[in-house]
Protein backbone atom coordinates (compact mmCIF):
# COMPACT_ATOMS: atom_id res chain seq x y z
CA UNK A 1 0.00 0.00 0.00
CA UNK A 2 2.91 2.35 1.03
CA UNK A 3 4.64 1.99 -2.74
CA UNK A 4 0.85 2.63 -4.27
CA UNK A 5 0.71 5.97 -2.12
CA UNK A 6 4.10 6.81 -3.25
CA UNK A 7 3.70 5.89 -7.09
CA UNK A 8 0.65 7.73 -7.22
CA UNK A 9 2.52 10.59 -5.55
CA UNK A 10 5.14 10.79 -7.77
CA UNK A 11 2.74 10.83 -10.66
CA UNK A 12 0.76 13.60 -9.26
CA UNK A 13 4.02 15.74 -9.02
CA UNK A 14 5.21 14.73 -12.49
CA UNK A 15 1.74 15.62 -14.17
CA UNK A 16 2.26 19.04 -11.78
CA UNK A 17 5.39 19.70 -13.24
CA UNK A 18 4.27 19.09 -17.17
CA UNK A 19 1.68 21.32 -16.55
CA UNK A 20 4.09 24.29 -14.70
CA UNK A 21 4.20 27.56 -16.55
CA UNK A 22 6.68 30.52 -16.50
CA UNK A 23 6.07 32.62 -13.52
CA UNK A 24 8.42 35.98 -14.40
CA UNK A 25 10.13 37.18 -17.25
CA UNK A 26 13.60 35.11 -18.21
CA UNK A 27 17.12 37.19 -18.61
CA UNK A 28 19.90 35.23 -20.37
CA UNK A 29 20.78 34.23 -24.36
CA UNK A 30 19.97 31.27 -26.10
CA UNK A 31 21.84 30.40 -29.33
CA UNK A 32 19.70 28.41 -32.10
CA UNK A 33 20.29 26.98 -35.57
CA UNK A 34 18.30 29.29 -38.65
CA UNK A 35 16.54 26.83 -41.35
CA UNK A 36 14.91 28.02 -43.80
CA UNK A 37 12.43 25.77 -46.16
CA UNK A 38 14.07 23.05 -44.37
CA UNK A 39 17.78 23.66 -45.60
CA UNK A 40 20.09 25.11 -42.47
CA UNK A 41 21.22 28.89 -43.38
CA UNK A 42 22.48 30.07 -39.98
CA UNK A 43 22.55 31.49 -36.89
CA UNK A 44 20.70 33.32 -34.23
CA UNK A 45 21.47 34.38 -30.59
CA UNK A 46 18.84 35.60 -28.50
CA UNK A 47 19.05 37.64 -25.79
CA UNK A 48 17.28 39.69 -22.68
CA UNK A 49 18.42 41.39 -19.94
CA UNK A 50 18.23 44.40 -17.16
CA UNK A 51 20.31 47.32 -17.58
CA UNK A 52 19.97 50.76 -15.49
CA UNK A 53 16.69 49.27 -14.21
CA UNK A 54 15.29 48.97 -18.66
CA UNK A 55 14.68 45.69 -20.06
CA UNK A 56 16.90 44.96 -23.05
CA UNK A 57 15.93 42.76 -26.18
CA UNK A 58 18.51 41.97 -28.42
CA UNK A 59 18.30 39.71 -31.89
CA UNK A 60 21.65 38.41 -33.61
CA UNK A 61 21.17 36.50 -36.68
CA UNK A 62 23.68 35.41 -39.62
CA UNK A 63 22.64 34.16 -42.56
CA UNK A 64 24.23 32.90 -45.97
CA UNK A 65 22.12 32.33 -48.81
CA UNK A 66 23.86 31.69 -51.92
CA UNK A 67 26.97 34.29 -52.25
CA UNK A 68 25.14 36.81 -50.09
CA UNK A 69 25.79 36.88 -46.65
CA UNK A 70 23.20 39.06 -44.20
CA UNK A 71 23.71 40.22 -40.61
CA UNK A 72 21.47 41.71 -38.51
CA UNK A 73 21.32 42.75 -35.02
CA UNK A 74 17.81 44.48 -33.45
CA UNK A 75 17.50 46.00 -29.78
CA UNK A 76 14.94 46.87 -28.23
CA UNK A 77 14.90 49.08 -24.89
CA UNK A 78 11.92 49.05 -22.60
CA UNK A 79 11.22 50.54 -19.16
CA UNK A 80 10.29 48.22 -16.44
CA UNK A 81 6.79 49.09 -17.02
CA UNK A 82 7.07 48.51 -21.15
CA UNK A 83 7.44 51.50 -22.16
CA UNK A 84 9.23 52.11 -25.26
CA UNK A 85 12.54 53.58 -24.83
CA UNK A 86 14.88 52.91 -27.80
CA UNK A 87 14.51 50.85 -31.10
CA UNK A 88 17.59 50.04 -33.13
CA UNK A 89 18.51 48.01 -36.41
CA UNK A 90 21.83 47.50 -37.98
CA UNK A 91 21.41 45.05 -40.83
CA UNK A 92 24.53 44.20 -42.90
CA UNK A 93 24.63 42.60 -46.69
CA UNK A 94 27.97 41.47 -48.15
CA UNK A 95 27.68 40.39 -51.69
CA UNK A 96 30.35 39.78 -54.47
CA UNK A 97 33.04 41.37 -52.24
CA UNK A 98 30.80 44.64 -51.37
CA UNK A 99 29.39 45.42 -48.11
CA UNK A 100 26.16 47.09 -47.66
CA UNK A 101 25.44 48.73 -44.12
CA UNK A 102 21.78 50.11 -43.11
CA UNK A 103 21.14 51.42 -39.86
CA UNK A 104 17.59 52.62 -38.45
CA UNK A 105 16.57 54.06 -34.72
CA UNK A 106 14.09 55.40 -33.20
CA UNK A 107 13.91 57.15 -29.86
CA UNK A 108 10.39 57.40 -28.04
CA UNK A 109 9.11 60.02 -25.78
CA UNK A 110 5.83 59.31 -24.75
CA UNK A 111 3.85 60.25 -27.92
CA UNK A 112 6.82 61.48 -29.83
CA UNK A 113 9.32 59.64 -32.06
CA UNK A 114 12.63 60.61 -33.50
CA UNK A 115 13.63 58.33 -36.05
CA UNK A 116 16.73 58.13 -37.90
CA UNK A 117 17.10 56.07 -41.32
CA UNK A 118 20.81 56.19 -42.67
CA UNK A 119 21.23 60.21 -41.29
CA UNK A 120 17.57 60.84 -42.91
CA UNK A 121 16.03 62.30 -39.75
CA UNK A 122 12.22 62.13 -39.51
CA UNK A 123 9.68 62.83 -36.27
CA UNK A 124 6.33 62.01 -36.13
CA UNK A 125 3.80 61.34 -33.61
CA UNK A 126 1.65 58.30 -32.63
CA UNK A 127 -1.42 58.71 -30.90
CA UNK A 128 -2.75 55.27 -30.02
CA UNK A 129 -1.02 53.05 -27.16
CA UNK A 130 1.57 50.67 -28.54
CA UNK A 131 4.23 48.58 -27.79
CA UNK A 132 7.86 47.34 -28.88
CA UNK A 133 8.10 43.61 -29.63
CA UNK A 134 10.02 43.62 -26.43
CA UNK A 135 8.93 41.50 -22.55
CA UNK A 136 5.09 43.14 -22.80
CA UNK A 137 3.14 40.34 -24.51
CA UNK A 138 5.23 37.93 -21.96
CA UNK A 139 4.22 39.75 -19.01
CA UNK A 140 0.73 39.28 -20.17
CA UNK A 141 0.89 36.26 -20.75
CA UNK A 142 2.26 35.70 -17.27
CA UNK A 143 -0.95 37.13 -15.75
CA UNK A 144 -2.48 35.24 -17.94
CA UNK A 145 -1.17 32.16 -16.54
CA UNK A 146 -0.86 30.86 -20.33
CA UNK A 147 -4.50 29.99 -20.26
CA UNK A 148 -5.15 27.72 -23.30
CA UNK A 149 -7.46 30.43 -25.71
CA UNK A 150 -6.77 33.67 -24.30
CA UNK A 151 -6.00 36.34 -26.54
CA UNK A 152 -4.42 40.04 -27.01
CA UNK A 153 -4.61 42.62 -29.83
CA UNK A 154 -1.93 45.22 -29.46
CA UNK A 155 -0.40 47.73 -31.91
CA UNK A 156 3.58 47.66 -31.68
CA UNK A 157 6.00 49.94 -33.56
CA UNK A 158 8.89 48.46 -35.91
CA UNK A 159 10.17 51.30 -38.01
CA UNK A 160 11.96 48.66 -40.54
CA UNK A 161 8.44 47.43 -40.89
CA UNK A 162 6.05 50.68 -40.92
CA UNK A 163 8.08 53.65 -40.64
CA UNK A 164 5.26 56.00 -40.03
CA UNK A 165 2.38 53.70 -38.03
CA UNK A 166 2.45 50.89 -35.46
CA UNK A 167 0.96 47.89 -36.72
CA UNK A 168 -1.93 45.45 -35.66
CA UNK A 169 -0.21 42.03 -33.81
CA UNK A 170 -2.46 39.37 -32.43
CA UNK A 171 -1.40 36.76 -29.79
CA UNK A 172 -2.74 33.53 -28.82
CA UNK A 173 -2.28 30.92 -26.45
CA UNK A 174 -2.98 27.39 -28.53
CA UNK A 175 -2.18 24.95 -25.78
CA UNK A 176 0.29 22.40 -24.53
CA UNK A 177 1.75 20.56 -27.51
CA UNK A 178 4.41 17.43 -28.48
CA UNK A 179 6.71 19.09 -30.54
CA UNK A 180 10.18 17.22 -32.28
CA UNK A 181 13.10 19.86 -30.97
CA UNK A 182 16.51 18.51 -32.39
CA UNK A 183 14.59 14.58 -32.84
CA UNK A 184 13.79 15.09 -29.15
CA UNK A 185 9.90 15.02 -28.36
CA UNK A 186 9.11 17.90 -25.90
CA UNK A 187 6.23 19.29 -24.81
CA UNK A 188 6.01 22.90 -25.15
CA UNK A 189 3.30 25.64 -24.99
CA UNK A 190 2.52 26.89 -28.76
CA UNK A 191 2.17 30.73 -28.78
CA UNK A 192 0.43 32.09 -32.12
CA UNK A 193 1.48 35.23 -33.29
CA UNK A 194 0.00 37.12 -36.38
CA UNK A 195 1.29 40.50 -37.43
CA UNK A 196 -0.82 42.37 -40.10
CA UNK A 197 -1.27 40.20 -43.52
CA UNK A 198 2.60 40.07 -42.74
CA UNK A 199 3.79 37.08 -41.01
CA UNK A 200 2.88 34.48 -38.41
CA UNK A 201 4.99 33.06 -36.11
CA UNK A 202 4.62 29.82 -33.64
CA UNK A 203 6.87 30.26 -31.17
CA UNK A 204 7.36 26.88 -28.56
CA UNK A 205 8.41 27.57 -25.38
CA UNK A 206 8.92 25.46 -22.17
CA UNK A 207 7.70 25.94 -18.27
CA UNK A 208 10.31 28.51 -17.74
CA UNK A 209 9.62 30.47 -20.81
CA UNK A 210 12.62 29.54 -23.16
CA UNK A 211 11.88 29.21 -26.68
CA UNK A 212 13.03 25.85 -27.80
CA UNK A 213 11.69 26.63 -31.15
CA UNK A 214 10.19 28.94 -33.39
CA UNK A 215 8.55 28.83 -37.11
CA UNK A 216 7.98 32.29 -38.80
CA UNK A 217 6.04 32.38 -42.00
CA UNK A 218 6.70 35.61 -44.32
CA UNK A 219 6.14 35.80 -48.43
CA UNK A 220 5.86 32.07 -48.93
CA UNK A 221 8.77 31.30 -46.71
CA UNK A 222 8.99 29.48 -43.82
CA UNK A 223 11.98 29.96 -41.37
CA UNK A 224 12.72 28.08 -38.36
CA UNK A 225 14.41 28.91 -34.99
CA UNK A 226 15.62 25.87 -32.91
CA UNK A 227 17.86 25.67 -29.69
CA UNK A 228 21.02 24.34 -29.91
Known sequence: MKKKI????????????????PESIILGSWDYRIIMNGVEIGSARITNEKKDGNYVSIVDMDMRVGEVENSTRETITET??????RFEL??????????TVMRTTAVFSGKDVEIDTDGIKTRIRID???????NYHMD????????????I???IYDPSIE???????????????KVSVGGKAMDLIRLIYTIENLKSIDVYIDSSGIARKSVIKMMN???ELVIK
Open 80 to 85: AGFKPV
Open 6 to 21: LAAAFLFLSAQACLAV
Open 140 to 151: WLIRKKFKKGAE
Open 163 to 177: LERPILMKLRVAGRE
Open 90 to 99: VNRVKNAGRE
Open 128 to 134: RPFFLEG
Open 221 to 223: NEL
Open 153 to 155: KSY
